[in-house]
């Protein structure tokens, strides 16, 4: 599969990223089917966090996949802490003690990136440095990043954290897109112009910040995906139209929109279905014109200025 520079990191990763967040909905043979899929289509970037079925998912993964050390070295692997049950939490306490958890559930002395999951107010932006420090320096964090956040977030971490911030993982997709949206509508009075995120599009641009789009099939906060759903017409019909063109599904089109963005996008699907997960992979090798990624956005029921 294609691949891309993660951030301003060395490390080069395909552009479409497999997220695990559901894989405990599969019995054994099928996460072990679904995995080795996966290599074999070179999606060989995982996406995890400590929370995903409390745990479990992580597990079944590093059984799926038969962790061993020569495995290991063929994969990338990601997770995320910081989220806890009523609370956010980056402590430095609890950062170490995640990742602790996180690479005993996963069979390994290393995670090639960790994410801080969502922003915790009560960040002290020393602690996250003490800690990335230390995971940096016993080799247990190789690269770091962040989710959920916006630039003075992200900022106020760099004030004291002194490795680059590679990624930052954003619910992103054509029906909730309002990060683009509000750049088409600078200063206007519509809801469009609204700026909701500080322009976290721009700033992971500007300072080579590789998006990782989460949830790239749902509309809303998981309220169900938006391919062939009677909900969105107008956008099924444009998707379905330039899929035919094309020769590919609708689902290889919706990641095609994201990757056609130049912001260096990694989208991180959620798919456990096989046929979905090879629909998604071949996004890599399309490049939507102009023009279609436009019609597309207007179909969605955005309207440009
Ligand atoms: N950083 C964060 O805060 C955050 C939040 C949420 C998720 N994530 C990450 O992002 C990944 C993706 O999230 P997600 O799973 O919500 O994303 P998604 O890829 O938008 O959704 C996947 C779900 O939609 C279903 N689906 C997709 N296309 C479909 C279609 N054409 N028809 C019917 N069902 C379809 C899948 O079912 P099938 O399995 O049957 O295909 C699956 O249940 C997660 O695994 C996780 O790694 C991160």
Known sequence: MRKIKLGTSSLEV????????????LDKQEAERFVRTSLEL????????????????EEIF????????????????????????????FSKEHILASVDGILKRLRTDYLDVLLL??????????????????????????HFGVSNQNPMQIQLLKKAVKQPIVANQLQLS????????????????????????GSVLDFCRLHDIT??????FQYGFFEGVFLDNDKFPELN???????????????TIAIAWLL????????????????????????????????????????AGNVLP
């Open 237 to 251: 019909a444009k998707i379905n139209e330039i899929a035919a063109k094309y020769g590919v599904s609708n689902t």
């Open 42 to 57: 070179g999606a060989n970037f995982f996406d995890h966090a400590d929370i995903y079925g409390a745990g479990k998912c």
């Open 117 to 142: 999951h969502r922003p915790d107010t009560l960040v002290e932006p020393e602690e996250v440095a003490e800690a990335f420090d230390q995971l940096e320096r016993s080799g247990k964090v190789r």
């Open 174 to 197: 054509i029906t909730n897109s309002t990060m683009i949206s509000q750049g088409f509508n600078v200063n206007m009075e519509n809801d469009s112009a609204v700026n909701r995120d």
């Open 211 to 216: 998006i990782q789009p989460w949830s790239p």
């Open 260 to 299: 056609r963005h130049p912001a260096n996008m990694q989208p991180v699907i959620g798919t456990m279905n096989i046929d979905r997960l090879k629909d998604c992979v071949k996004a890599a090798d399309i490049r939507l014109t102009r023009e279609e990624w436009y019609e597309i956005f207007r179909a």
């Open 62 to 89: 590093a059984d799926a996949i038969g962790m061993s050390p020569s495995v290991r070295e063929g994969i990338i692997l990601q997770s995320k802490c910081g989220i806890r049950p009523g609370r956010f939490d």
């Open 14 to 25: 395909p552009v479409v990223a497999v997220g695990c967040m559901r894989i405990n909905s």
